[in-house]
């Protein structure tokens, strides 16, 4: 089994605070780490290579810096990694993030399953997993809270999916991408031989010029989407809700969107 | 290269993966088992797993050999959250490995030294007796040559690590003849746990690391191969006194480690707490005590870490040494007592962690040699008149 798990740097915190000038998160004095979400994704690799045999590759999309959750990644385990890192990456949307990364993807080559986290804690959009399997025309299955079975020989993958009323098992031929919850496994702790390997690590970084793509799709030039603006919406109060016979209840909502002045 | 308060990405690492251990794994048991007065096999094991008990010790005999500094940051994490681990640790490495580690022989050296890194086992160091502690080279326990084996008579008292259910080989300090000057010859002897006439029994009713292991050990006829001296003959004295410089920056460690939690704790609960309709931390007088223990904290850093760069870089760093044990326990003092004043009536309930840290700072100016012992060995260095007894 070839894996390959993408895993992205991101602020240490649940607020993310938008600067109301530059409308970009502010980074200033808070940590980064590993997208936690990222972490089940690693471990899920690290599990699957133990149970099945293969390697773990690991890539992520970022600035320099961003070379310190790689080498966490290779502190716990995997068995390569790579940044993938040049100016013309900035200001990618989720649309051009997956598009590169699938290129570094297509360059690893070989691959028989790739793992996402089900969603970044900063960008929070989800949509980067499934944009990547779309690149690589492979079969998407999202949510996954369970991995009930890899056939490696027969190219099957078999899991459970975390849907909001409940749980969903389907199966999927390889090579597939999962996108993974919380939960699903419990990520380990390097040890100090890993952190001591992994110290040492020089790792290498893949630019455009590395990778196969179309340099007119990477970046802010090749996003389609615009971004207008970014703010914090206004914490909302609790809705009311209105029980009783519907008529009654259509009344009174009627009542109240004239009051209101919403309806006229 | 000149001055540089950098730490190492490693050493980043190392503090950042031993924190979430300690918050993961310790901190949710660790109440329970101070209360219970329960030495932890798998929380051990589990610290020797990521390699923190081979921290010193050279790749061929299953260690990491991270240095000192890293040693010592691995102990001060343990300590924010927890002394009685942070104590298995440290009398572990410092007090138990160190000595085999350092003055053993090469098969002495293969034969213990990859059990210990992997926490099969664990090393205890016994120097102190019932009426041996400060003075600890007036030991009285005994040992004999006699047709190629060691004979141990006697006793010793409050050895960490040396009576749980995987301590394997204790070193043990005893008289093995007498000086041309007329001074007990004394020696390091290794008697694994186990050994016919030697026995160790658990002590109870501490007031502090109640979850470390403390034993009270005794040797009748106690028979060892003579092969089980750790370097030289008469060379026991010097090799405790060199021991015993490693394990005060371990003293230091959970000095300062303790200082710090207890100092996180009473920030956290200075935000929270409010009367008189405002937070506590914000009337000056508490402001002050934090603004106190971040300051005291960050000198005692300075120095601890001072005294292990000078040690990694094989520098004379006794008396640094001794000046890290005494101001990061003093350190440590203050914080704890500050802590607890800032909680109130709930500072002194066990279901807040500074309880716990009150009661383990005490035994940090007490062991390894007492803070007045630490002051005398200052004195010395700095070059007073007499021997400053
Ligand atoms: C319109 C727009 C413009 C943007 N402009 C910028 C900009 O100028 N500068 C900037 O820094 N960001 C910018 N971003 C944010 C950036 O595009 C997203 O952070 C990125 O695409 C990931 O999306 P997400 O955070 O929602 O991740 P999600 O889709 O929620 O992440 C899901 C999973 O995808 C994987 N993944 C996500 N990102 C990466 C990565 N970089 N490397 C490896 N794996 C990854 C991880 O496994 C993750 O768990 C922009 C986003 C949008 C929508
Ligand atoms: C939990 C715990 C774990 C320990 N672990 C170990 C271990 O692993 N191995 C080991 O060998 N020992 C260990 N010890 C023993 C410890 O090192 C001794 O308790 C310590 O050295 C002090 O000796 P003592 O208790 O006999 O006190 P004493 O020496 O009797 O001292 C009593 C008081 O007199 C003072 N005093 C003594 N001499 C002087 C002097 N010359 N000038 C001024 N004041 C003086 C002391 O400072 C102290 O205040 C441990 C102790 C404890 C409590």
Redesign the interface.
Known sequence: MKIVVCIKQVPDTTEVKIDPETKTLVREGVESITNPFDEFAIEEGLLTKEKYGGEVHVITMGPPQAKEVL??AY?VGSDYVYLISDRAFAGADTWATAYTLSAAIKKIGDFDLVICGKQAIDGDTAQVGPGIATQLNIPQLTYVDKVVEIDPDNKKIKVERLLEDGKEVVEASLPALITVVKDINEPR?????G??K??KLDIPTWTADDLPVDKDKLGLKGSPTEVINVFSPEVRGGGEILEGEIPEVVSTLVEKLMDMKIIQ | MGLSFDL???QD??RR?VR??AE?EILPVCVELDEKEEFSVHLTRRMA????F??IVSEEYGG?D?GYLSYIISVEEIARVDGSQAATLAAGVSLGISPIFYYGNEEQKQEWLPKLCSGEILASFGLTEPNAGSDAGSSKTTAVLENGYWVINGSKIFITNSASEISGICVVQAVTGKRSDGKNELSCILVPNGTEGFEARPMHGKMCWRASNTGELYFTDCMVPEKNLLGRRGEGFHQMLATLDGGRLSIGAMGLGGAQGAFEAALNYSKEREQFGRPIGSFQVNAFKMADMATQIEMARLLLYKACWLRDNNREFSKEAAMAKLVCSEVFRMCANHAVQLHGGYGLMNEYRVEKFYRNQKLLEIGEGTSEVQRIVIARHIGVPGRAL
């Open positions: 080498k966490n502190a702790l390097p040890s100090l031989f952190i001591k992994a110290a | 190492t990405e490693e690492m190392m993966m979430q251990f993961k797993e990521l390699g923190l081979g921290s990491t991270v």
